[in-house]
């Protein structure tokens, strides 16, 4: 029988086999359509040739090492941490995203390895410093990562040292946060009610969504003697306009935030003199978690809306291939690490265009005038709807959902 989606309170707890692997496999060609699909010049060297993902999953993890590999011929190792499939149960989205993205690179000759473990472990980490030099083995090329990418969301972190399990959460500090929302399936409007998160809480948030992690992975390569010279790292992070602070930005999410940057500095101060660290501040998308963030999917759905008319919309793949084409690797910064285009901040930012003031206004003025009557004219909420089945194999052009499905044929 078909494999159809199982959506609860806007978390689908399903996924379908060959949609996952169809939407990689466009992923793939997106690249190599804006790139051109073949090795680029290294006369000049600079461009990464060994690329480590924490977190290659799903959505901007997945979409930097597709971009690394496919873009720039680039060998990968990639860290997640997925529910496997088997004859009785579909896997969770990543798996298959992984499995298909190691099948891809295998079929263009590109070496990869995909770890599936706890990324916050010290014996995972051990377990990828052996993989980086299996896979640079392969490669013919020195064990020393050229670009380590962060991209970790999960929600909860047992400490290494010590055991202790830490819990993260999405709440306001202060004052109870409420905001408007919206049902994707049936364009239902409703008030969503977050209460304010305990000192605790804010605590266990920093431990599991700051930069401790990241600096663990930088420091425990570096003893290895696995960073290139030339290292660059980069860490993913949300701003978002002042509508959605409440909940995000100036809430516990946000204080981890504020870790994961001050972790950017810090890993400044230690690495090598050519290597360089950054927070990338990237645009508001559609995944997993931002489906179940008050006010995130009624903003997101007005954003879309107004990006796509002015031609300014991207997804995670258009995301990253910006990342690495006009910032990380433009001629001038492959030369000099210092000519990466930051803010005041230091931050890359790729939520320039939905940061546009043409762009918040008309997304904030349609937010005040939609109704349940007239969202699916005003808004985006079907293509919200699309993104989030995408995400997990479903709504996929081309796959025939009423087909019989076997979860180990993708």
Known sequence: MGVKPMIRNNICLNSHPKGCARAVQEQIAAVQRALGGKAPDRAAGGLPRLILVIGCSTGYGLAS??????????????????????????????WYNNRVFDREAAAAGLPAQTLDGDAFSQAVKAETAAAIRETAAAAGIPPRIDLL??????????????GVLYRSVIKPIGQAYQGRTVDMLTGKLSLARSEPASEEEIAHTIKVMGGEDWELWIDALAAEGLLAPSIRSVAYTYIGPELSWAIYKNGAIGRAKEDLERSCRAINQRLPPGGRAWVSVNKALVTRASAVIPVIPFYVSCLFKVMKEKGLHEGCIEQMIRLYRDRLYTPEAVKDPAKVAVDAG?????????????????????????TEENIHTLSDIQGFKHDFLEAHGFDVEGIDYDADSNPLDF
């Open 65 to 94: 090492r597709i971009t690394g590999a496919f873009g720039y011929a680039a060998a990968t190792v990639g860290v997640s941490l997925e529910k496997a499939a088997s004859a009785a149960k579909c896997g969770t989205p990543g």
């Open 149 to 162: 990418v962060y991209s970790l969301a999960s929600p909860v972190r047992a400490d290494p040292r010590d």
């Open 346 to 370: 230091g931050r890359i930012r790729l939520d320039d265009w939905e940061m546009r003031e043409d762009v918040q206004r008309e997304t904030l003025e349609r937010m005040g005038r939609i």
